[in-house]
């Protein structure tokens, strides 16, 4: 059963759009993510977050924004949506323990399958 | 910088078929190693893990042992089922930064 929820599941937008991605996760994870993967598959982290009112940016993000002003809310906003923006974007969130190491696992929603005509 | 590399699908292997997927990393220090899985439709879920040099992961049948000398995580299985088709990543990870996963590869198993 899934405890990190994406919404909506599936998207068809115009070009010129603005679209917020929703995320949100009940397992009080400090840490939040934010893939897009490609129809190949492989994934491009677009942004993270290490806590309330932290933002980092990852390898693709030039084109999106994204706020965390609650542990359990992630959402990612497109300003203007684009076909080359048709793609699968997933949400992760993990438990981010404060050491040296932090291997706490990555949990996963389902995925928005966004399609920008 | 830190990298992983997995061998390319597709991979389309008959029922109880032994399966290996190579992975192998670069990477300063000593990471953590990871297998996700993705099923159709849904996001990825670890699959197992192994934090220092030969460590053996495993989980549902598959194993990994993290192999420092050969920085390799090639995964295992000695008897696939139709029910194992998925996407399966390699992911390394140092310290707090985020997660590199491999381009991922593709399993296909037939009956």
Same mark, same amino acid.
């Given at each position: 059963e899934a405890d990190i929820y994406q919404t909506p599941r599936?998207?068809?937008?115009?070009?010129?759009?603005?679209?917020?991605?929703?995320c949100s996760q009940t397992m @009080?994870?400090?840490?939040?993510?934010?893939?897009?993967?490609?129809? @190949?598959?492989?994934l491009h982290l677009i942004h993270y977050s290490y806590g309330v009112n932290s933002t980092e940016k990852g390898d693709l993000s030039s084109e999106s924004t994204v706020s965390r002003i609650r542990t359990e809310?992630?959402?990612?906003?497109l300003e203007s949506a684009r076909?080359?923006?048709?793609?699968?974007?997933?949400?992760? %969130? %993990?438990? @981010?323990?404060? =050491?040296?190491?932090?291997? %706490?696992?990555?949990?996963?929603?389902?995925?928005? =399958?966004?399609t920008v005509t | 910088g830190d990298s992983v590399t997995q061998m390319e699908g597709p991979v389309t292997l008959s029922e109880e078929a032994f399966l290996t997927i190579n992975c192998t990393y670069t990477a300063t220090? $000593?990471?953590?190693?990871?297998? $996700? /899985? *993705? $099923?159709?439709?849904?996001?990825? *879920?670890?699959?197992?893990?192994a934090t220092k040099a030969d460590d053996k992961g495993s989980n549902?049948?598959?194993?990994?042992?993290?192999?420092?000398?050969?920085?390799?995580?090639?995964?295992?299985?000695?008897? /696939? *089922?139709v029910s194992d088709s998925a996407v399966y990543f390699c992911a390394l990870k140092r310290g707090n930064t985020p997660l590199v996963f491999g381009k991922g590869t593709r399993l296909s198993v037939i009956a």
């Open positions: 599936y998207l068809v937008i115009g070009t010129g759009k603005k679209i917020t991605l929703e @009080g994870h400090d840490k939040m993510y934010w893939y897009q993967q490609d129809p @190949g598959m492989e809310h992630f959402p990612l906003t076909p080359s923006h048709t793609s699968q974007y997933l949400c992760a %969130s %993990s438990l @981010g323990l404060y =050491r040296l190491e932090d291997n %706490s696992p990555l949990h996963f929603g389902n995925g928005t =399958r966004l | 220090g $000593y990471p953590s190693l990871f297998w $996700y /899985v *993705q $099923y159709p439709g849904e996001g990825l *879920q670890l699959l197992l893990k549902k049948g598959f194993e990994a042992t993290y192999r420092k000398e050969t920085t390799s995580f090639h995964l295992e299985k000695g008897s /696939v *089922q």
